[in-house]
């Protein structure tokens, strides 16, 4: 009876035109997806704030150390065991797929990114849920359309829509999740299948907004007036970040080829683990997406960074010690991202640049403050800060200057943040033409 009426409906889908097609595959698609992205966040937030319950916020926790092994080495036994394949950076390799023209997406991809994340995630894995929770989204627009009997071409497109609706739904930026699909996905669209991804995620991401609580994942409680007082600054901070995100991709992949040297898969668990493990120690800022971490920086002044860290006393010295763990943290966050990515986790690559940028424009205006006695604007500078190295690492400017003032609800800041986002992206193309050339002379 029940399979019987799955096909009477795929016969009706198969058989109407795409203009009814279309706008109810992607409400439910964007439906899915957007309530995909409130649960992932509410199971890493559940499992953090567990963890976090059992620390010491003045001194080191050694616990810090054990989390990432154990969830790291939980994912691996369950992508091994359970699901029987890798779904380390699993959006990329959907994205590889769709470019040879292959447009099948198992249907283990909609819930194993959701409980691998989860894992890798809430045991404190320094990274993001939105290349997860982007696989899922693509599975499940790949999935249901396939299942209708839809056209191959549908099938792809609504694996975009898919994807792009989990980056929506995950940071609740339906702009910056069309612009994941066409910058970072890269997919050859039509007029009306950009439509149709753009009414997926904003359904998606207005699903999220709503079994969220109605409120952004960062919360921007200042408001800054505006003035072209600090824009020189910005510029500096923009030129900043595209040398320090040329830096993060370094630092990170050679995290990345040292552990796929690694053929024991056990071994290669324990090691990534370990190593976040021990970044986590001394910096406990690093656990997780960080979110909560760039909130204060934006909303505090007084906050202080070394909070859970053994570097803790370090408060005392006010500014030049806040700079030194400041400093510490940018040295490894693109180490840390990568460990945890690329050593049998499961975990996004967006959320990391996104914290480290906010990271950098806390010690631009700290060391401004420090050193030369000068004041900027907290706010301005992280958000600046945020877009700058996102758009450098990722190198998708639009979607990095988007996602920052749609998932802070800053939309007055779009000025500063679009400066710093096209600078970011600029110093890293210009230094990639200037390496193809050098290389080129040598052959």
């Known amino acids: 009876m029940i399979k019987q009426h799955i096909t009477n409906i795929r016969n009706k889908f198969a058989g109407s035109p795409i203009i009814v097609v279309g706008p109810v595959m992607c409400l439910v ?3 899915l997806s957007g309530a995909a992205s409130a649960l992932l966040k509410w199971l890493i937030g559940h499992m953090s704030e567990l963890a976090r319950s059992l620390m ?8 810090l150390i054990l989390l990432p092994v154990a969830g790291i080495v939980l994912t691996g036994i369950f992508c091994r065991y359970v699901l029987r394949r890798n779904i380390e950076h699993s959006s ?14 198992s249907g283990k991809l909609i819930y194993g990114p959701l409980i691998a994340s989860t894992f890798t995630l809430g045991f404190g894995g320094s990274a993001g849920s939105e290349g997860p929770i982007a696989t899922v989204g ?4 790949g999935n249901i359309s396939r299942k209708l009997g839809l056209s191959d071409d549908i099938v792809r497109v609504m694996i975009g829509c898919g994807a792009g609706a989990g980056i929506a739904g995950i940071f609740k930026a339906p702009v910056g999740g069309m612009l994941f699909t066409l910058e ?13 991804i753009l009414a997926t995620c904003m359904v998606s991401s207005l699903t999220a907004y709503v079994l969220s609580g109605y409120v952004p994942d960062l919360s921007l409680e200042r408001f800054v007036p505006q003035s072209t007082h600090y824009i020189p600054a910005v510029i500096l901070l923009g030129l900043v970040c595209g040398f320090y995100a040329l830096y993060y991709n370094a630092t990170g992949r050679a995290v990345a080829r040292r552990l796929g040297a690694m053929s024991n898969p056990w071994v290669r668990n324990v090691a990534s683990g370990l190593g976040v493990g021990l970044l986590l120690f001394m910096f406990p800022a690093l656990y997780g997406e960080g979110y909560g971490v760039v909130a204060d920086l934006m909303n505090k002044p007084d906050y202080v960074l070394g909070d859970y860290s053994p570097l803790y006393f370090l408060k005392e010295y006010h500014g030049y010690g806040l700079l030194l763990i400041a400093v510490g943290v940018l040295l490894v966050k693109g180490m840390a991202a990568y ?8 975990a996004g690559d967006f959320a990391p640049t996104l914290f480290a940028g906010a990271i950098m424009g806390y010690v631009v205006v700290l060391a401004a403050r420090t050193l030369l006695h000068v004041e900027l604007p907290m706010p301005v500078f992280v958000l600046g800060g945020m877009a ?5 690492a990722v190198k998708a400017p639009l979607m990095a200057i988007f996602l920052t003032v749609e998932m802070t609800a800053s939309y007055e800041y779009l000025l500063p943040v679009s400066i710093a986002g ?4 600029a110093v890293v193309k210009i230094a990639e033409v200037r390496k193809s050339q050098v290389l080129s002379t040598k052959q």
């Not at 010491?56 to 616990?63: A, D, F, L, R, T």
């Not at 970072?184 to 149709?196: E, Q, W």
């Not at 460990?339 to 499961?346: A, H, R």
């Not at 700058?388 to 450098?392: D, F």
Request: hydrophobic fraction near 45%; aromatic fraction near 4%.
């Open 422 to 425: 096209i600078l970011g992206y």
């Open 92 to 105: 990329e390799k959907i994205k590889e797929s769709l470019h040879k023209g292959m447009d099948n997406v």
């Open 138 to 141: 693509a599975a499940l627009g």
């Open 56 to 63: 010491n916020i003045e001194c080191g926790n050694w616990m």
């Open 339 to 346: 460990g945890s990515n690329s050593g049998g986790g499961v």
């Open 29 to 31: 698609v964007g439906l």
């Open 388 to 392: 700058g190295v996102m758009a450098g």
């Open 184 to 196: 970072c996905m890269a997919m050859p669209l039509s007029t009306l299948a950009v439509i149709g």
